[in-house]
């Protein structure tokens, strides 16, 4: 009986520090994400891991629903321990007041933050019921309850995957065979995502980089560790920090 994880945005930053370290567990792991790493994979073949990659680019919100599917109905054919789905891929862009804010960037955000995981959520708990051990994973962040300016899209989309982490953990309260949901606030980690909002040109970007500069940003390698060993002891609807 083997676990099964299925990680969005596992090409990098945490995404990629939770795929090593759950290969390294011997899990099996399905990386769902707009491009391809090959270190990923090697490290799978150095370490007796099985990794899957599928391309997947979230904005699209196409054919997120029936890539899961196809995943789901291959796993179903093997001998599954548990079964999670770790929702973490996010775009922070864009950054600026409202007003000069694309609204194709702001769609972008939203399907890829927000939209995409609620589906990925809906299709995963519709096609997963032969299992009896399945939890959801929506990586959250510190912006769905601090307000920032030139952050409004970002902060949005984490409050409504704050709340529907919410909703959805009293929804399955009432099944016969529940999937757990949670949320896990990460804190801030030394990514390309932080990379973004150090260079941007907003009120905050100062902040950011002094964040960087004073040696404050975590490392995703111990992140992941931390965020792994919070899923089983986490109730099902909390929003927990590591």
Same mark, same amino acid.
């Given at each position: 009986?083997?676990? !099964? ?24 792991? !399905? ?27 979230? +904005? ?93 899209? !970002? ?12 909703? /959805? ?27 973004? +909002? ?28 931390? /965020? ?11 929003? /927990?920090?590591?």
């Amino acid at each position: 009986m083997d676990d !099964y994880y299925i990680i969005t945005g596992a090409s990098r930053g945490l995404g990629a520090a939770l795929s090593k370290q759950l290969l390294a567990q011997k899990s099996y792991v !399905y990386g769902l994400s707009r491009s391809r790493n090959e270190q990923i994979e090697e490290f799978a073949k150095i370490h007796g891991g099985n990794y899957i990659f599928r391309p997947m680019d979230l +904005a699209d919100l196409g054919g997120v629903s029936g890539t899961l599917t196809d995943i789901l109905t291959d796993i179903s054919t093997r001998m599954v321990n548990s079964l999670t789905l770790i929702n973490n891929a996010a775009t922070v862009t864009p950054i600026n007041n409202l007003e000069h804010c694309e609204a194709e960037e702001m769609i972008a955000n939203i399907h890829t933050n927000l939209l995409s995981p609620m589906i990925l959520s809906s299709t995963f708990i519709k096609h997963s019921s032969w299992c009896e051990k399945r939890c959801i994973v929506n990586i959250t962040s510190g912006s769905a309850v601090y307000p920032a300016s030139g952050m409004s899209t !970002y902060c949005a989309s984490k409050s409504g995957m704050n709340m529907f982490t919410r909703c /959805v953990g009293l929804e399955q309260a009432n099944n016969q065979n529940p999937v757990t949901m949670i949320a896990i606030d990460p804190g801030m980690m030394d990514t390309s995502m932080q990379g973004v +909002a150090r260079e941007a040109d907003f009120e905050l970007s100062g902040y950011f980089r002094n964040q960087k500069e004073q040696g404050r940003l975590s490392d995703p390698e111990e992140v992941a560790k931390k /965020v792994i060993s919070l899923i089983d002891r986490t109730p099902s609807g909390e929003v /927990v920090s590591v």
